[in-house]
């Protein structure tokens, strides 16, 4: 297995172009399940998921083609399969995104149960109660999620929490349901209005996305799109953070300031500055920033994507600092292999006491899941001497050729095959 080996203590500067949003290409490209025709998406990222996702249409009989520079054609016209195996849903949770248009397109979907994964048990029951109240029947056998709809019909759907992938899914689902549905409590990431955007420009009709209430009125069917992906807020909010560990100037490109007000008002609350202008934002820190206290939630809150590589940054920062983890109940993973780089960490359930030190010493660690595996490679780029990061497919599966653009930043990073 491939290892990242970082020799710490560099400053970085130069640019960074962001790549786009892992978590708008994974719905967006099951979406293209829901068209008659042929879509078009651009600025798709080349990351695992994505690998993964494309491999599960074409495995349901769409026609994928990979083009270059990050864009991809599929044609759903020609789907007959309905199924969604163990093996593929097993490495991607996020394959629960093909159930919503399954359903809605073809009244059919047999889709593996997502096991849960490092960071939570990860349930899938909003999903499910939704499609419930859309018209579909499900029913759980073998670790599967067998569902049919003859025709989904239009309700109103509350959420008990603002689920991401759930409020897809439903949202999905709901574009070639009969009537109108309202769905309430809805997540508000940008990577909903995203999709929103997508569908509408299949021909659907989506009003409210972005917000805690959506409102879809029923159509009969959805053509093809073109469509070039957001930004990946949560990439560029690591590279922020890149900046600020290691106390340098950077410019990050391609990316939506918008997308990160929270990241910055705490990156900002440290000591870290920022200039804006358009998609580009520099970023320059000093040396020993203030510690601060975090509490990650649903958006426009702190987000928990960038929780880890955020405790990276504190663990150098002048101070104690206090993260709470409220979105997943085991999202602390990075914390043990970052106290064997000499950080002084303390967890007391979902909150996590960060008392900054000096200075972080290289050290053999080992990723555990995508963003703990990110804070890992912040610390490795602070720390005095070598880190050796194993795992790091975790890394893959959401960062576009991670090593190269630090390494172009001027960080000395390499990939070991
Ligand atoms: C999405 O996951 C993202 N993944 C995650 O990003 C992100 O961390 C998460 O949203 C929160 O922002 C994608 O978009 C592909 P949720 P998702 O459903 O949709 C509970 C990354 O690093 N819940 O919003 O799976 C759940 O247990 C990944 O890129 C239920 O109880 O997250 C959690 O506590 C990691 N029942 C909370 O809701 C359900 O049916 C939020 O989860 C669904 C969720």
């Known amino acids: 297995m491939d290892q990242i080996r970082i020799c710490g203590g560099k400053k970085l500067n130069g640019k960074v172009k962001i790549s786009g949003a892992k978590n708008a290409a994974l719905p967006i490209l099951t979406a293209s399940l829901l068209a008659?025709?042929?879509?078009?998406?651009?600025?798709?990222?080349?990351?695992?998921?994505?690998?993964t996702v494309l491999h599960l249409l074409s495995d349901l009989g769409a026609k994928v083609d990979l083009l270059e520079n990050n864009s991809v054609k599929l044609d759903s016209s020609h789907v007959c399969g309905y199924e969604a195996a163990y093996d593929l849903v097993r490495t991607m949770r996020a394959s629960i995104l093909v159930l919503g248009p399954l359903l809605a397109r073809f009244g059919r979907a047999r889709v593996s149960l997502p096991g849960g994964c490092a960071i939570g048990l990860r349930p899938v029951n909003l999903h499910l109660?939704?499609?419930?109240?859309?018209?579909?029947?499900?029913?759980?056998?073998?670790?599967?999620?067998?569902?049919?709809?003859?025709?989904?019909?239009?309700?109103?759907?509350?959420l008990e929490t603002p689920t991401v992938t759930g409020t897809e899914n439903l949202m999905m689902a709901a574009c070639l349901a009969q009537g109108e549905t309202i769905i309430k409590n809805t997540a508000c990431e940008p990577e909903i209005l995203d999709l929103a955007c997508v569908l509408n420009k299949m021909g659907a009709k989506i009003q409210g996305a972005g917000t805690d209430c959506i409102r879809i009125q029923g159509v009969d069917g959805l053509s093809g799109a073109k469509y070039s992906i957001m930004p990946d807020?949560?990439?560029?909010?690591?590279?922020?953070?890149a900046a600020a560990v290691t106390g340098s100037q950077i410019q990050i490109d391609d990316c939506c300031p918008e997308h990160l007000t929270t990241v910055m008002d705490k990156l900002r609350e440290a000591g870290v500055e920022f200039e804006e202008k358009n998609d580009k934002i520099t970023v320059s820190a000093e040396k020993d920033l203030r510690a601060i206290d975090i509490k990650t939630a649903p958006y426009p809150s702190f987000p928990t994507d960038m929780q880890a590589?955020?405790?990276?940054?504190?663990?150098?920062?002048?101070?104690?600092?206090?993260?709470?983890?409220?979105?997943?109940?085991?999202?602390?993973?990075?914390?043990?292999?970052?106290i064997r780089m000499g950080a002084d960490i303390k967890i007391e359930g979902h909150t996590a006491m960060i008392k900054g030190v000096s200075r972080l010493s290289g050290a053999p660690v080992m990723a555990t899941d995508l963003r703990a595996s990110a804070s890992l490679v912040?610390?490795?780029?602070?720390?005095?001497?070598e880190t050796l990061i194993s795992r790091i497919y975790h890394l893959d599966r959401g960062y576009e050729s991670i090593e190269q653009k630090l390494a172009s930043l001027g960080a000395e990073i390499k990939r070991l095959k």
Not at 131 to 158: P, V
Not at 313 to 338: D, K, P, Y
Not at 378 to 385: D, S, T, V, W, Y
């Open 309 to 338: 590589q955020f405790m990276s940054l504190m663990s150098l920062a002048q101070g104690t600092s206090m993260v709470i983890e409220t979105v997943f109940e085991n999202r602390f993973m990075h914390v043990l292999e970052l």
């Open 129 to 158: 109660n939704g499609l419930r109240k859309l018209g579909a029947k499900i029913e759980l056998h073998n670790g599967y999620i067998d569902a049919r709809a003859d025709k989904l019909k239009g309700c109103n759907i509350l």
């Open 36 to 51: 008659h025709w042929e879509c078009s998406f651009s600025n798709i990222p080349n990351v695992r998921d994505v690998t």
């Open 233 to 241: 807020r949560v990439e560029a909010g690591t590279f922020m953070v």
């Open 378 to 385: 912040l610390a490795g780029l602070a720390a005095e001497g």
